[in-house]
Nanobody, 121 residues
Framework: QVQLAESGGGLVQAGGSLRLSCVASGIIFKINDMGWYRQAPGKERELVASITSRSTTNYADSVKGRFTISRDNAKRTVYLQMDSLKPEDTAVYYC???????????????WGQGTQVTVSS
């Protein structure tokens, strides 16, 4: 089984910064794409940023220039540096990773439990 543990959420004033971390553990042969999603109250879950195993990144238009996604493959960790935070960034942030548990298995996506980010105005 694969587990994802997120950390780094909290309450911050507008204009501030937070850094989210997500560590994958368990039986893992290879981690492919990793990403961060968020879900605000009453809204659907949306992609914030993703990063491939070769560190190609993709960002939602709403966070471009403010958020930076990165990964440390040796630590099985993905990070989300969030700068210039706005009240509209308030949401639960979820980590998602695509994992192969053996060399012969297919790729399966796993989700973390989520971490709350609240930006006050």
């Amino acid at each position: 089984q694969v587990q994802l543990a997120e950390s780094g959420g909290g309450l911050v004033q507008a204009g501030g910064s937070l850094r989210l971390s997500c560590v994958a553990s368990g039986i893992i042969f290879k981690i492919n794409d990793m990403g961060w999603y968020r879900q605000a109250p009453g809204k659907e879950r949306e992609l914030v940023a993703s990063i491939t195993s070769r560190s190609t990144t993709n960002y939602a238009d709403s966070v471009k220039g403010r958020f930076t996604i990165s990964r440390d493959n040796a630590k099985r960790t993905v990070y989300l540096q969030m700068d210039s935070l706005k009240p509209e960034d308030t949401a639960v942030y979820y980590c998602n990773t695509d994992v192969q548990i053996t060399s012969a298995s297919g790729v399966r996506g796993y989700w973390g439990q989520g971490t709350q980010v609240t930006v006050s105005s």
